[in-house]
């Protein structure tokens, strides 16, 4: 589930200047081949990319516009994840975000380090499993572009777990949670900063694809959603689900020709009302009780 402007009108789109804590900042793509990346994600959203950084292992970003909107990173030997995207939340001081994921049962799987001059990062995984990053920007910020066409647009933590995910992400970041009404099979959850929708939490469906691992889904904006699914498949990628209507844009879930997993959704072709928000409902965890009304 994407909005195009917040659940409340308030997504921040267009240049970016700077993120709150608990923001999505950053995402990167871990893929087998970066070039053969380039090449993808190249036609499908117009992304430029430089020549990967020796320093930094290969590391190629991706610029729409001339900002930076995403970049690509190859797997390195031992790497335990399979390629994927990343989601990197904000933080000012990401060694005591290292403090909040460990308190509250998640594993640092790369504790905090220094990235030159452009800003510090950490790996993560919560205790259901999913792996994000947390960013502190230096020169780096973030996301040059985001809310439009060719670059991200919203996030959310998929899992079958979501009793654990509401205990752990508010613990960790200043989100304030908000339950979207609906049927009870439908579990979804919006994240707030600072009264704006900033990601979401969905509980995984009882119909998704058997072994589908607990993750973030990154969404970026296109123009056309089924012209950009055609893409997708001309270029070797598959269709997971959709193109379909939402209240927040013609959505669909694909894959790149690697194997790597996002959405793409264009925001102009949104059709319905989006739903009501309330308080999280009352519910046990065995990581802890989530109260609300």
Known sequence: MARSCGWKGTFVSGISEGFAEGEPCWADATVLDVDAGKRFYGELFGWDFGEGSPEYGGYAEATSGGKVVAALAPQM???????????????????????????????????????????????????????????????????????????????????????????????????????????????????????????????????????????????FGVEDCDAAVETVRRLGGRVIGGPNDSPFGRVASVADDQGVEFTVIDQSAARGEPPETGLPRERKSNRGAISGT
């Open 77 to 219: 030997a031992g790497q335990e994840a399979p390629p994927a995207w990343t989601l990197y939340f904000a933080s000012p001081d990401v060694a005591a975000t290292a403090r909040k994921v460990r308190e509250m049962g998640g594993r640092v799987l790369l504790d905090p380090m220094d990235v030159g001059d452009l800003g510090r990062m950490l790996l993560a995984a919560e205790p259901g499993g999913v792996i994000f990053g947390v960013w502190q920007g230096g020169q780096h910020p973030g996301f040059g572009r985001r809310g439009e066409p060719g670059s991200f647009v919203w996030a959310e933590v998929v899992t079958p777990d979501p009793d654990g995910a509401d205990a752990f992400f508010p613990a960790v970041f200043p989100f304030e949670a908000e339950r979207v009404v609906g049927p009870p099979e439908f579990d979804y959850q919006v994240w707030n900063v600072a009264g704006r929708a900033v990601a979401g939490r969905m509980a995984l469906p009882s119909g998704a694809p058997a072994g589908t691992p607990p993750h973030a889904e990154v969404y």
